[in-house]
T-cell receptor
Framework: EDKVVQSPLSLVVHEGDTVTLNCSYEVTNFRSLLWYKQEKKAPTFLFMLTSSGIEKKSGRLSSILDKKELSSILNITATQTGDSAIYLCAVVGGSSGNTGKLIFGQGTTLQVKP | ETGVTQTPRHLVMGMTNKKSLKCEQHLGHNAMYWYKQSAKKPLELMFVYSLEERVENNSVPSRFSPECPNSSHLFLHLHTLQPEDSALYLC?????????????FGSGTRLTVV
């Protein structure tokens, strides 16, 4: 059965800390891995990763995919209280052909304290 | 706003009621999705519509009935729900089912079944 596992499930840090969130997967026909940030309700898109070893960056956030280890990490440097959210990892895969399925992990709840 | 609008934002219903959730997008996307998000669990895909045709139904109980009258609107009709159906119901859309452009999520409907 296809699955995506995130760790830790929750994390509490102080402003200015650096955090690393993990996502591992066992998915047939892997095509890409996506990270989302969910603050109130609507998850918002952060990154899509398809190639191993190529870091994607957006401000203080960065992410990289390791296809050999079937995993990805999301790094947030110099955290701010506005980074408090649920971070969702999702993998596109699970079927062949031109269409796929988006399989989500449980999410990591990050709380950044002032 | 993300471009995907869901109404109502909150809904409380009894187990014998019939209600409907609405999702609307004007992003020109061809695929629309219903997801269920329960506490501490991964997002669960319920239904997928592509070009107004239902292409996926993930063993969802018949008390949930989707409807897609056109490519911009998606409904989820609810009847005789159970308390365990209480959750956040998220609608999403994508340009196509190839996932090359990711998803856009709505803000969700928080459903409570009493």
């Amino acid at each position: 059965e296809d699955k995506v596992v995130q760790s830790p499930l929750s994390l509490v840090v102080h402003e200015g800390d650096t955090v690393t969130l993990n996502c591992s997967y066992e998915v047939t026909n892997f095509r890409s891995l996506l990270w989302y940030k969910q603050e109130k309700k609507a998850p918002t898109f952060l990154f899509m990763l398809t190639s191993s070893g190529i870091e994607k960056k957006s401000g203080r956030l960065s992410s990289i995919l390791d296809k050999k280890e079937l995993s990805s990490i999301l790094n947030i440097t110099a955290t701010q209280t506005g980074d408090s959210a649920i971070y969702l990892c999702a993998v596109v895969g699970g079927s062949s052909g031109n269409t796929g399925k988006l399989i989500f992990g449980q999410g990591t709840t990050l709380q950044v304290k002032p | 706003e993300t471009g995907v609008t869901q109404t109502p934002r909150h809904l409380v219903m009894g187990m014998t009621n019939k209600k409907s959730l609405k999702c609307e997008q004007h992003l020109g996307h061809n695929a629309m999705y219903w997801y269920k998000q329960s506490a501490k669990k991964p997002l669960e895909l319920m239904f997928v519509y592509s070009l107004e045709e239902r292409v996926e139904n993930n063993s969802v109980p018949s008390r949930f009935s989707p409807e897609c009258p056109n490519s911009s609107h998606l409904f989820l009709h609810l009847h005789t729900l159970q308390p365990e159906d209480s959750a956040l119901y998220l609608c999403a859309s994508s340009r196509d089912r190839d996932f090359n452009y990711g998803y856009t999520f709505g803000s969700g409907t928080r459903l409570t079944v009493v």
